[in-house]
């Protein structure tokens, strides 16, 4: 995949937000500018306030389909990479949720490029511990998102430290506000959806397809962090004679870390708290997959039935 569709993928990523959720429907008549407002702060994955959309035009394409341009204020959290350089790792799809780039790569199948930015105010041994600058992060910014620079389709708020530590690695935070335009699609029975996404001169992309792929990396990342706390299960059983007696996930970890299982595994790719329930001689593992809805089809589980 070449870097223009790459960086397509990535904005289409942001504006979905990378959940499992069907997409937002609206009542049935005419898409007003609230309406739009609502569809795209509700499409799957965000969680955002309306006023952080901002409608500035709506166009009619045909009977089905009105294009819209939108003002979007996010905010993304950069980190230095091991050779100092400033990279975006997440951006922030609501209240405490953010989404990470590396797994958007990583379902995507593609490697992220940002050096175009790394002759931006080169840094000295005094900016290494420093905040990026205003340049640099809208730069990041504008070539996360394919926007072509000088724009007004990126603007930088404020740039700051985290207000919490997200790791050991030099963190800062960025609240933007990001253009883009919307495609929404009306269907037989008169409801809104949001059906496309672009930004700049990029093609229109099918939400759909990239929700699909990044569910599917989710699932299967879900499917290996359950495998490991089943390894360490059958190790505790092969030392202790028994699996972990509880209903929760919490206490199990409790149990099993450190000396059986050395990562603390306690939320699923969705970031929701896996789900633990055991006795003596069985037990089941199970996250509630993109739905979020426990014993439901998308379910993944991994269990050691009675013998």
Not at 130 to 151: M, T
Request: one cysteine or more; charged letters at 25%; proline letters at 6%.
């Amino acid at each position: 995949m070449d870097s223009v569709i790459f960086r397509t993928f990535l904005f289409g990523l942001l504006t979905l937000a990378l959940s499992g959720i069907s997409p937002a429907v609206l009542a049935k008549g005419d898409l007003s500018p609230k309406q739009a407002r609502k569809l795209i702060s509700g499409m799957p994955g965000f969680d955002l306030k309306t006023n952080n959309v901002r409608v500035s035009l709506l166009r009619p394409v045909d009977d089905s389909t009105i294009e819209a341009q939108a003002e979007i204020a996010t905010a993304f959290r950069f980190e230095k990479n091991q050779t100092g350089q400033w990279r975006i790792a997440e951006f922030r799809t609501g209240q405490e949720l953010w989404q990470s780039i590396e797994l958007v790569t990583h379902a995507l199948k593609v490697a992220a490029n940002a050096g175009g930015c790394d002759g931006i105010d080169p840094s000295t041994p005094a900016q290494q511990i420093s905040d990026p600058s205003n340049k640099r992060a809208r730069c990041l910014v504008a070539e996360l998102l394919g926007v072509q620079l000088p724009s007004d389709a990126v603007r930088i708020r404020t740039i700051s430290p985290p207000a919490v530590p997200f790791g050991s690695k030099t963190s800062a935070l960025i609240e933007a506000q990001v253009e883009a335009e919307f495609r929404f699609k009306k269907d037989p029975k008169g409801s809104w959806r949001v059906a496309g996404v672009r930004t700049g001169t990029r093609a229109w992309m099918d939400p759909q397809a990239i929700l699909s792929a990044v569910n599917n990396e989710k699932v299967n990342g879900a499917r290996s962090e359950l495998e490991i706390i089943a390894k360490a299960l059958e190790d505790f059983r092969g030392q202790r004679g028994f699996y972990v007696e509880s209903k929760s996930e919490a206490v199990l970890i409790d149990f099993l870390s450190p000396r059986y299982l050395t990562p603390v595994i306690r939320l699923d790719p969705w970031r929701r708290p896996y789900l633990y329930e055991g006795t003596r001689d069985q037990f089941t593992l199970r996250s509630s997959g993109p739905d979020g809805k426990e014993n439901t089809g998308d379910d993944i589980v991994v269990s050691k039935p009675r013998a």
